[in-house]
């Protein structure tokens, strides 16, 4: 999608912290990060939310989660524990419409959310 800031992150036409890359996904430290180690794990195919999903997306989602569990052992983050979170929506707090993945640790992560 043209005029999405996350397909052009992971076009490398908008430079970023990349941390990892696959043929399908793009992670990359958050510009405004929450946590010590704060990624951003996003599929390379511009998907707006979860709401969008579909059963060609099963792969990418799973590959997701396993990308999260390398990169989390190598962050340093892994045994002390982290979070994936994907806000979808107004009251997720939903900023960008291009599906990603929030990788956070590094620090006690509070629960509920706020
Ligand atoms: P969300 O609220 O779940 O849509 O979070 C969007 C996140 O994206 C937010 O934590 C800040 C991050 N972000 C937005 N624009 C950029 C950018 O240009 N570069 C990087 N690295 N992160 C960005």
């Not at 060609?56 to 999260?68: E, I, Q």
């Not at 707090?93 to 590094?106: D, P, S």
Request: hydrophobic letters at 45%.
């Amino acid at each position: 999608m043209t005029d999405c800031i996350f397909c052009k992150i992971a076009a490398g036409k908008i430079p970023s912290e990349k941390v990892a890359e696959t043929d399908t996904l793009f992670a990359f430290r958050d510009i405004n990060p929450m946590a010590p180690a704060h990624i951003l794990i996003i599929p390379k195919k511009h998907i707006p939310n979860n709401l969008a999903l579909t059963d060609d997306d099963r792969l990418v989602v799973g590959d997701a989660y396993l990308l999260a569990n390398r990169l989390a052992r190598e962050l340093g983050v892994a045994g002390a524990g982290f979070r994936m979170v994907t806000n979808n929506g107004p009251d997720a707090g939903q900023a960008v419409f291009h599906l990603h993945f929030h990788l956070l640790g590094g620090r006690p992560l509070g629960w509920p959310p706020g």
